[in-house]
Nanobody, 117 residues
Framework: QVQLVETGGGLVQPGGSLRLSCAAS????????MGWYRQAPGKERELVAR???????NYADSVKGRFTISRDISKNTLYLQMISLKPEDTAVYYC???????????WGRGTQVTVSS
């Protein structure tokens, strides 16, 4: 059974930092495109960043230069380092695994990030 568990969310002031983690089990991490998505109240879920099996990354324009996606294949864990956080970054952040070459994708349950003074 595939399970993705996000941790690391919380309340932070504008300009602050957080690091999110996504621990994956039941899946071959190195065969997946892993991504972070977010959904703010009243808005659609959007891609924040993703990392492909070969290590290539891409980011939403709104987070470039502030967020960094990374992974530890030995630990089957995905990370999102967030700096210079803004109120508009407030959302539930979700981890997603897409098994390349298949139609299988899996989602975590999300972790809340709130940026507010």
């Amino acid at each position: 059974q595939v399970q993705l568990v996000e941790t690391g969310g919380g309340l932070v002031q504008p300009g602050g930092s957080l690091r999110l983690s996504c621990a994956a089990s039941g899946i071959a991490f190195s065969l997946c495109t892993m991504g972070w998505y977010r959904q703010a109240p009243g808005k659609e879920r959007e891609l924040v960043a993703r990392i492909f099996p070969g290590g290539t990354t891409n980011y939403a324009d709104s987070v470039k230069g502030r967020f960094t996606i990374s992974r530890d294949i030995s630990k089957n864990t995905l990370y999102l380092q967030m700096i210079s956080l803004k109120p508009e970054d407030t959302a539930v952040y979700y981890c997603k695994a897409f098994v390349v070459g298949t139609a299988r994708e899996y989602w975590g349950r999300g972790t809340q990030v709130t940026v507010s003074s």
